[in-house]
């Protein structure tokens, strides 16, 4: 009795000195925007992104996070704001004029 006890534990601590590897996934998904300077996308990939949504897109202004547009749908004017880090819409405003 004593003996299978003492193999038992021999085999518990064998497997677990062993011990268990983490899990690793190296994924990369790329969804066609190219991480450029600072891992931002162009102001042009922007305006690409605005035009899915809208017509005759304009740039308003491509510098820092947030790239702005203006463009149409339906006859109405949109302000557009795109974040450039992860080329998502993040804003769309009626433009008054």
Do not use: E
């Not at 996934?25 to 305006?47: E, P, V, W």
């Not at 880090?85 to 008054?96: D, E, G, K, Y």
Request: one cysteine or more.
């Amino acid at each position: 009795m004593i003996r299978k006890t003492f193999i038992a534990a021999a085999a518990l601590l064998a497997i677990s000195a062993m011990g268990t590897s983490p899990a690793k996934a190296d994924i990369d998904i790329n969804l066609g925007f190219s991480g450029g300077y600072r891992g931002k996308i162009s102001c042009h990939q922007g305006a690409r992104i605005v035009d899915f949504r809208f017509n005759n897109v304009v740039t308003r202004n491509c510098r820092g996070l947030h790239y702005q547009y203006s463009g149409s749908r339906n006859g109405k004017w949109y302000n557009v704001t795109v974040n450039s880090r992860t080329a998502r819409i993040v804003a769309i405003r009626r433009w008054w004029s």
